[in-house]
């Protein structure tokens, strides 16, 4: 299949292990269904629950964290604008969230070899979107809901209800990564 | 006593309120209405971009740009730092209250207002301060009896990605280049390309920042208007960095700078610093002179 003809995939949340594995690396997808928001110190924050053995204010299990935090919602509107913020933040949590159930990430740029190795062990994948179009991405928000750590203000937990949220695969749960596949193909060496 | 001339402007006072006022109206308006300058560059990129998805990402780069604008959302939900840039008049005079705190209210108001993030916090706590104050404040003290004000919110990822470097005389300008360049291949899909780059070299370790983000100020294809030798680093790191391949959204391509924008000022006869400065596709900043 040419990248032309590409058809992105539905994708429904929350990811069971048969869609994880049968998701590949360059895959456009459309994503539906429930995802949480979390960012630095929220993970921080899930991270040392975790390694403290507290319990989480989320289900981890199966779910799907969008590296995000919208701007404030004007009046008559869903959400402000929402979009991903860069990934290599949460590098160092992320495999600890990800040997507690956590499935799907939604975030941009590139991960640690040890995020990789972390989708691989335990069947997970990274998912790419485009950063800046957040007028245009916040359109995909049907639902909002507050679920902890609402001191962080924009930065707290929320759980929003996606429809036809556009992502790439940009990692799979058997190692490959788009990026360094993009940069191999569309380098020039002058 | 000399009798010089040359002083004609004559001392104007400037309010605080239409100081805040500016501000505010800047900072909203820099968040959700994308220069020309910047869509044209998006548009006229679009033929050179030979990746089906990069293109993608190009148009919907535009597309969320017009929404924004039609909507009044922010373009990004990363609505920055607050930075200003003054140009103050020798002869203003401010009165009506503290230029800093009035800079801070016409942030804070903006950002209340505008339905903007509030995105700035404590370093250590990294407890937010609520009102995205303080703004991060530049002053030129200039000729005459006018006030320019440049609102620039900067976002977070990437100005993550900009970096300073102290190199040796020794280096040249073949070492500028090579700073620059690993610089925007090691920031790949982090900053959200595609880019503008603003590179200062030269001054102190601080006044090479300063240029660099400046030079970001520039508007999108326009060369450097002193200094050939700038004009030619310029196009030739434009054509290294889009010979990178990040692309769009860095899933590979051959749009991966929108601009190369290059300032200079004499440095030490030990030194030359060089500052990268890397902005993301929504390069956002207004002005007005009052």
Redesign the interface.
């Known amino acids: 299949m040419t990248?032309?003809t590409k058809i992105p995939r539905h994708i429904q949340t929350p990811l069971t292990k048969e869609v994880v594995g049968s998701l590949r690396t360059g895959d456009m997808v459309l994503l539906n269904g429930e995802v949480y928001t979390a960012r630095?110190?929220a993970h921080r924050r899930l991270y040392e629950a975790l390694m403290k053995g507290e319990a989480l204010p989320i289900d981890l299990s199966k779910s799907v964290i969008f590296y995000?935090?919208?701007?404030?919602?004007?009046p008559g509107?869903v959400i402000?604008?929402?979009?991903p913020?860069?990934s290599?933040r949460m590098d160092s949590f992320t495999p600890k969230l990800i040997e507690n159930g956590l499935k799907g990430m939604i975030g941009?740029?590139?991960r640690s070899p040890e995020v990789i190795a972390a989708l691989q062990k335990y069947g997970a994948v990274y998912f790419?979107a485009?950063?800046?179009?957040?007028?245009?991405?916040?359109?995909c928000v049907q639902k909002v809901e507050l679920i902890a750590y609402e001191d962080?203000?924009?930065?707290a937990i929320r759980k929003l209800t996606i429809v036809d949220f556009p992502a790439?695969v940009v990692n799979d749960a058997l190692g490959n990564d788009?990026?360094a596949?993009?940069?191999k193909?569309?380098?020039?060496?002058? | 006593m000399d009798k010089k001339k040359k002083q004609t402007s004559t001392v104007r006072q400037i309010d605080c309120k239409l100081i805040t006022s500016t501000v505010k109206k800047l900072f909203i308006e820099a968040n959700t209405v994308l220069g020309a300058d910047v869509v044209e560059a998006l548009r006229n990129s679009l033929p050179k971009e030979e990746s089906a998805t990069g293109k993608e990402v190009l148009v919907k780069i535009m597309e969320n740009a017009d929404i924004a604008c039609r909507s009044k959302m922010p373009m990004c939900q990363d609505t920055g730092l607050a930075v200003v840039f003054l140009e103050i008049g020798q002869d203003v005079h401010i009165v009506g209250g503290n230029l800093r705190e009035a800079i801070n209210e016409g942030v804070r108001q903006a950002y209340a207002e505008g339905y903007l993030r509030k995105s700035v916090c404590d370093p250590l706590t990294r407890k937010n301060t609520l009102d995205n104050t303080p703004a991060i404040i530049h002053v030129d003290i200039v000729e005459g009896n006018r006030l320019k004000i440049i609102a620039m919110p900067k976002g977070g990822g990437s100005e993550n990605m900009s970096a300073a470097k102290m190199l040796t005389p020794a280096a040249g300008s073949e070492g500028i280049k090579k700073f620059v360049l690993e610089t925007v291949e090691q920031a790949g899909a982090n900053p959200c390309p595609p880019i503008m780059v603003g590179i200062g070299i030269g001054g102190s370790l601080e006044e090479a920042c300063i240029l660099a983000k400046k030079a970001l100020l520039r508007p999108v294809g326009e060369a450097n208007s002193k200094d050939e030798r700038l004009v030619q680093m310029e196009k030739e790191l434009y054509t290294g960095i889009n010979d990178l391949g990040i692309g769009p959204g860095g899933l590979g391509g051959r749009v991966t700078a929108l601009s190369v924008n290059v300032e200079m000022m004499p440095c030490h006869i030990a030194s030359l610093p060089v500052a990268v400065n890397i902005q993301c596709h929504v390069a956002r900043h207004k002005e007005e002179t009052i």
């Open positions: 990248e032309e630095d110190v995000a935090a919208p701007t404030p919602t004007p509107k402000g604008s929402i979009g913020t860069t290599y941009k740029g590139s790419g485009i950063g800046g179009i957040a007028a245009l991405s916040a359109q962080l203000g924009p930065e790439v788009l990026y596949q993009a940069k193909k569309w380098r020039v060496n002058r």
